[in-house]
């Protein structure tokens, strides 16, 4: 798994801030809110398996399903000598991030949970997954997933900055076909993991686009009032892809999720 050192930390860091990336894409929709975050902390993002530079066709990797993802990120971390971190993850690496949180607790000292969703896929989601997973391996290409540029981000970023929507396509042309439905089989086996947040005691951030229709505002409510010390941030004019539309309003949530984290 490839870990990105977005930021260096300098002597008198905070605890890491680690960043795990939505489908289909990798951690470069991380890169516009990695240098808005304060302080002097090293803020990390990995490429998930499947992803970027990470190939889910290592043969090692078990059958797909998130929580491999989250002991690969593990083991990364750990190579790369982090052994407690805020965790922030938008959609598919929220789901990640609640799976790192069940399978390495000692790990995670926050959890920014951005435009993302604790319960798992309604049978109609898991199946047009599945669909879509078979479609993509068997057309050998990226291209059913690919209208997905445009949905990702909201309306009012579709209308003013088309050239997101341009870079997000261009990010998912760059994805590894079998990658991708890795992924998406993967995201279709993930339990509900409300509960999990519900025992969580420590920082939570909840960030969600106003506009954001694959997981709007009500799964975000749903996360705030399951975890106990969640901060809940609404972020105008941005769909799905807060990161990438309203990045300086994603940033200043995880800056104090961070400093939430640093003094607990
Ligand atoms: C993502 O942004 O990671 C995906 O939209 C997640 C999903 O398909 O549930």
Redesign the pocket.
């Given at each position: 798994m490839t870990v990105h050192v977005l930021r260096e930390a300098s002597a008198d860091a905070g605890l890491p801030l680690v960043l795990l990336h939505?489908?289909p894409l990798d951690h470069r929709m991380w890169e516009p809110v990695a240098g808005r975050v304060d302080g002097a902390r090293a803020v990390l993002a990995v490429d998930l398996p499947g992803a970027g530079g990470s190939t889910a066709a290592d043969p090692a990797l078990p059958e797909p399903a998130l929580e491999a993802s989250a002991d690969a990120v593990a083991h990364a971390l750990a190579a790369a000598g982090v052994d407690r971190a805020v965790v922030a993850g938008?959609?598919?690496?929220g789901y990640v991030a609640l799976a790192l949180l069940e399978r390495h607790p000692g790990l995670v000292a926050g959890l920014g949970l951005v435009d993302t969703r604790s319960t798992a896929d309604t049978d109609d989601a898991r199946a047009n997954r599945l669909r879509i997973a078979d479609e993509v391996l068997a057309s050998g290409s990226v291209d059913p997933v690919r209208p997905m540029a445009g949905t990702?981000v909201g309306e009012t970023t579709r209308a003013s900055a088309p050239e997101l929507v341009e870079q997000i396509a261009a990010w998912i042309d760059g994805q590894d076909p079998g990658g991708v439905a890795w992924s998406q089989r993967a995201?279709a086996a993930r339990p509900d993991r409300t509960e999990l947040l519900r025992g969580f005691a420590g920082p939570v951030a909840v960030v969600v686009g106003e506009e954001d229709q694959?997981a709007p505002l009500e799964a975000a409510e749903h996360m705030v009032a399951a975890a106990p010390a969640a901060q809940f941030v609404v972020v105008p004019r941005s769909g799905?892809m807060s990161t990438v539309e309203q990045p300086d309003e994603v940033a200043a949530a995880l800056s104090d999720l961070a400093a939430r984290a640093d003094s607990a």
């Amino acid at each position: 798994m490839t870990v990105h050192v977005l930021r260096e930390a300098s002597a008198d860091a905070g605890l890491p801030l680690v960043l795990l990336h939505g489908f289909p894409l990798d951690h470069r929709m991380w890169e516009p809110v990695a240098g808005r975050v304060d302080g002097a902390r090293a803020v990390l993002a990995v490429d998930l398996p499947g992803a970027g530079g990470s190939t889910a066709a290592d043969p090692a990797l078990p059958e797909p399903a998130l929580e491999a993802s989250a002991d690969a990120v593990a083991h990364a971390l750990a190579a790369a000598g982090v052994d407690r971190a805020v965790v922030a993850g938008l959609s598919m690496g929220g789901y990640v991030a609640l799976a790192l949180l069940e399978r390495h607790p000692g790990l995670v000292a926050g959890l920014g949970l951005v435009d993302t969703r604790s319960t798992a896929d309604t049978d109609d989601a898991r199946a047009n997954r599945l669909r879509i997973a078979d479609e993509v391996l068997a057309s050998g290409s990226v291209d059913p997933v690919r209208p997905m540029a445009g949905t990702l981000v909201g309306e009012t970023t579709r209308a003013s900055a088309p050239e997101l929507v341009e870079q997000i396509a261009a990010w998912i042309d760059g994805q590894d076909p079998g990658g991708v439905a890795w992924s998406q089989r993967a995201m279709a086996a993930r339990p509900d993991r409300t509960e999990l947040l519900r025992g969580f005691a420590g920082p939570v951030a909840v960030v969600v686009g106003e506009e954001d229709q694959i997981a709007p505002l009500e799964a975000a409510e749903h996360m705030v009032a399951a975890a106990p010390a969640a901060q809940f941030v609404v972020v105008p004019r941005s769909g799905h892809m807060s990161t990438v539309e309203q990045p300086d309003e994603v940033a200043a949530a995880l800056s104090d999720l961070a400093a939430r984290a640093d003094s607990a």
